[in-house]
Every structure is written in C-alpha cells, then in structure tokens.
C-alpha cells in the first residue's frame, strides 16, 4: 500500500548532484574512480552519477557494474545470501577507488559479497560506497559514505526506487506491505 512520495524528481536530482560533489570533494578529483553499479537499478544511479561527475569536472568516468542476486539456501536454512552472478570489472582495479552505487541498502549483505567480487579481482585503494536511500537494519558492519536520503523504515514497509532506463520515470517512495 501506497504511503508516501520520499522522492520526487526534482529531490532525486538533487540527491544525484550532492552526492558528485561530494566523490569529487572527498576523493580530490575523479583521476582514479571507478564507479561500480549494483545490478539493477544501483547501474542507472551510477551512470546518473558519472554523467554529473563528468560535467562538473570534464572527466570521462568509468562505469562498470556487478550483478548480485540473492540465492536462497533451503538446505541449510541459512536464509537468502546474495551471490555474485556476473562481474563486469575485466580490467585492473590496483590503486583505484572504487566506488560502489546500489539504490537502496538495507542489511549490508548485498554490499558485502560486492565487496568480496571486488577483493577477489584485485587491490583497489579504497572502496566507498553510495545509496539514493538507507532504509536502516544492519546486520553487518557496513555503512554508506554518500546516501540520498536517511529513510529509517519498519521491516513491513518496502521502498520502491524508479529509475529512468529500467522504469518510466525517477521517484522514490515507501509503501507497506
Ligand atoms: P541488503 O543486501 O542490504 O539486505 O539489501 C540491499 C539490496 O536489496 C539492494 O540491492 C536493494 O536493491 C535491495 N533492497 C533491499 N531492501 C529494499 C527496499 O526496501 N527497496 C528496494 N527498492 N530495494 C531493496
Ligand atoms: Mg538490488
């Protein structure tokens, strides 16, 4: 059910833009990025983002993306654990910083086997991480170095995260279930 708009266009700019300047700010320019979508929408967030970067700073961002899906264990019980489906990064990742882009993260596992995808190819210099929204619920160490927007959430409401390319237009908005 329906409950409210967290998002709309414009805020979901915004959010896009803040978030450039603020790669560009901590990472002293965008030299040795590599923006690393989190497949499905973390990839047009991502391409949003390097599109920004690119006109702000007149740079050629490079974009890849890690397609992470859930795999449910029945087996073991041990619930869904995301698992690595495709790696796009072919190339050396040594002294890069990396930048991880997802829509939304919720417990850190997603993040977490992406940053295990990413550690298994190489040693970048740093791995940062952005989100258009944290929804809270943590069950791991991890946190967002760059987040659109704080939404603290009960485990009975879902976001729901549009993005051009994948949906007809760019809104976030929370519904409960
Ligand atoms: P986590 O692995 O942190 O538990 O969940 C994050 C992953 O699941 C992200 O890739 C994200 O796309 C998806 N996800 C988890 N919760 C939500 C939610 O409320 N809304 C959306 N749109 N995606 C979610
Ligand atoms: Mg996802």
């Not at 929804?135 to 995260?161: C, F, M, Q, W």
Request: glycine letters at 6%; proline letters at 3%.
């Amino acid at each position: 059910k329906f409950k409210a708009i967290i998002l709309d266009e414009k805020a979901f700019f915004r959010a896009i833009t803040r978030i450039s300047h603020e790669i560009i700010e901590k990472n002293k320019g965008v030299e040795s990025i590599v923006l690393v979508g989190i497949v499905s929408r973390g990839v047009p967030i991502a391409n949003l983002i390097a599109e920004k970067i690119n006109e702000l700073e007149n740079e050629n961002v490079k974009v890849t993306s890690l397609n992470i899906s859930l795999y449910r264990d029945d087996l073991t019980e041990i619930g869904d654990v995301p698992l690595v489906k495709s790696n796009e990064i072919n190339f050396d990742i040594t002294g890069k910083n990396i930048i991880l882009v997802d829509d939304v993260i919720f417990t850190g596992r997603t993040v977490r086997a992406a940053m295990d995808a990413i550690i298994d190819v190489g040693r970048p210099k740093t791995i940062q991480l952005a989100v258009l929204v944290d929804r809270g619920h943590r069950e791991l160490p991890i946190r967002a170095d760059y987040v659109g927007k704080n939404v603290p959430t009960s485990r009975k409401e879902i976001i729901k995260v549009r993005v051009k390319g994948i949906d007809s237009l760019n809104e976030v908005s929370i519904y409960s279930v």
